[in-house]
């Protein structure tokens, strides 16, 4: 469904994640964990391109979402500046090594030293470009297959209920009112907020709108549903109604990717762990493996605390 | 001449000698100017404001940045007056276009205020949370579109007083429009001052009217804003 290969993620100089690489299969429930700070939610942003990874791939199914990273590809080095001098350099301080051989140190050394730049010239911008139109989905398609339910909910203010459910299927989906509107209620029902279809979302509780942040995205049918904290940010007597829902989906054999601190869920519903640290996966395993036998010492100390 | 002579001497001007026409015209000129001003205005302030924040990636929104600024300096730079005088002795002679004055005043007023409305819907857009417009994007929606339906309209309720007070400003500020020919409330009275020398009632007159129509626009702002206000309630 997803994989995210060897992806790094800095902002300025503070590097979030150094290196994450993840395969995400259908009708998995894979649940994140980790202390605060531990790049969980960055990881799972990136999944969906609300975070651009400095370096690394994501790919959704068959589509590579992120800019075609240029290492890959030799021709698109040659293109670049930095190419174009160090090659100069290196040929002026070797004069009897033949083209191949120097080109071909020359990109190593580059690839090794990450010597790139942001701007290369104009002839490694219209390369980088033609991968891209080639291979690369775009993004605004790939997020319709993928659900994210936040945090902070972010019910749309300025919208009724009905209204955010229906948005994004008539807009993009191109279904028409009728239509997006028996699916709303239809989905409205199964968490039992129908009387609620004209309130806005000012007008509910925490757990209430989590419920229709969930269906909001259900109402794209996508393959996979990202959480970020689902519960995090809700009264502690409004966990239990969110996390039903929650659980209800896993039941009905949707694929998720959850970040969570509550561990009885992970336990339950998770079918595979991933347990991360300053920026990387430190341990991945079932979560009867994880929870009774963790392996490293960093993910022993966390589960003493939380448990 | 005591007072009551004055008053005489005006509705004499005003309604036997038929300078009502011309008030009634002012009074037309002055709200439409200051109306479509502001429509222009806000047309073009919500593209200025959405050129200053999106993200500055590309040859494209760098250059549209860059025109931007320079404008909203060029007209937050300039007494509206200056503005008039330069388009219509200036720019419109030099584009060899011939327009009347109220329409040069409609376009001038527009393109002032969208220099204003422009910081004043930035500040709006910013003042909406940065999570609609991630939910939005995580629904496959585009920015724009995001923008449009979610953004702006959260925007326009933060800043309706700001943009109430813009509007206002707009109708005061059209009392200088007969620097270019353009019949307004101000050119109208005092076009009957100057038909018998007598300044003080029409003059009182017309700060009266100015300041109705300024009450009136007050209240509709308060009602629109209550309107708006609806999904907030609880």
């Known amino acids: 469904m997803i994989s995210v290969k060897n992806i790094y993620k800095n902002f300025g100089d ?53 800019p075609v990273d240029p290492y890959l590809h030799f021709d698109i080095i040659e293109a670049s500046k930095t190419f174009k001098k160090l090659f100069a350099e290196y040929i002026a301080e070797n004069p009897d090594c033949d083209e191949e051989t120097a080109k071909f140190n020359v990109i190593m050394l580059i690839k090794e030293k990450d010597l790139l730049k ?20 775009d993004i605004n398609l790939a997020r319709q297959r993928i659900g994210m339910v ?17 948005l994004a299927p008539m807009r993009l989906l191109k279904k028409s009112r009728e239509e997006a509107n028996e699916k709303a209620f239809q989905l409205l029902d199964r968490i039992g907020l129908r009387d609620k279809a004209d309130a806005y979302p000012q007008q509910l509780s925490g757990g209430q709108k ?5 269906v909001r995205a259900l109402a794209m049918d996508p393959e996979i549903m990202l959480f970020d904290e689902p519960t995090s940010a809700l009264d502690p007597e409004m966990v239990g109604e969110v996390l039903d829902v929650m659980k209800e989906l896993a039941e009905s054999g949707m694929t998720m990717v959850v970040v969570t601190h509550e561990m009885g869920f992970a336990k339950e519903v998770g079918t595979r762990i991933l347990f991360m640290d300053d920026g990387k996966i430190l341990e991945e395993a079932p979560p009867t493996e994880f929870f009774s036998n963790p392996k490293t010492a960093r993910a022993q100390e966390f589960l003493s605390k939380v448990l | 001449m005591d007072f009551s002579t004055k008053i005489d001497s005006f509705l004499y001007a005003l309604i036997d000698k038929g300078a009502y026409t011309k008030v009634l015209l002012g009074f037309k000129n002055t709200l439409l100017i200051a109306v479509l001003g502001l429509i ?22 760098r250059g549209l940045d860059k025109i931007s600024t320079v404008y909203v300096a060029l007209f937050r730079g300039t007494p509206m ?27 001038i007023f527009g393109l002032n205020s969208g220099a204003y409305v422009s910081e004043i819907m930035r500040s709006g857009i910013l003042s909406v949370d940065p999570g609609q417009m991630e939910a939005g994007r995580a629904l496959g929606l585009t920015y724009a579109s995001t923008m449009m339906k979610i953004i702006v309209p959260q925007a ?50 017309m700060a009266i009217i100015y300041m109705l129509v300024i009450l009136i626009i007050s209240a509709g702002i308060k009602l629109m804003e209550k309107r708006l206000r609806a999904s907030d309630k609880r």
């Open chain 1, 210 to 214: 989590q419920r229709v942040a969930i």
């Open chain 2, 156 to 205: 326009v309720k933060n800043i309706l007083p700001t943009l109430g007070n813009e509007f206002i400003t707009l109708v005061k500020e059209t009392s200088v429009v007969s620097f270019v020919g353009a019949v307004d409330l101000y050119n109208a009275f005092k076009y009957i001052g100057s038909a018998n020398y007598e300044y003080m009632v029409p003059y009182i007159c």
């Open chain 2, 40 to 61: 222009i205005g806000i047309v073009i302030g919500t593209l200025i404001a959405v050129i200053k924040v999106v993200p500055k990636n590309s040859f494209v929104s």
């Open chain 1, 150 to 166: 936040f945090q902070q909910f972010n019910l749309f203010n300025n919208l009724t209920i009905l209204e955010n459910i229906t």
């Open chain 1, 14 to 66: 503070l590097s979030v994640l150094k290196g994450v690489s993840c395969e995400i299969e259908k009708g998995e429930k894979v649940v994140i964990i980790g202390p605060s700070g531990s790049g969980k939610s960055t990881f799972l942003r990136c999944m969906n391109l609300l975070e651009n990874p400095t370096y690394g791939e994501v790919w959704v199914d068959e589509d590579l979402v992120t």
């Open chain 2, 81 to 107: 007056v200056v503005q008039l005088l330069l388009g219509y002795f200036v720019l419109f002679p030099l584009l060899e276009i011939k327009v009347d004055s109220l329409t040069v005043c409609i376009i």
């Open chain 1, 118 to 137: 942001k701007h290369e010239g104009s002839e490694y911008n219209k390369l980088m470009k033609k991968i891209y139109k080639q291979n690369v989905i």
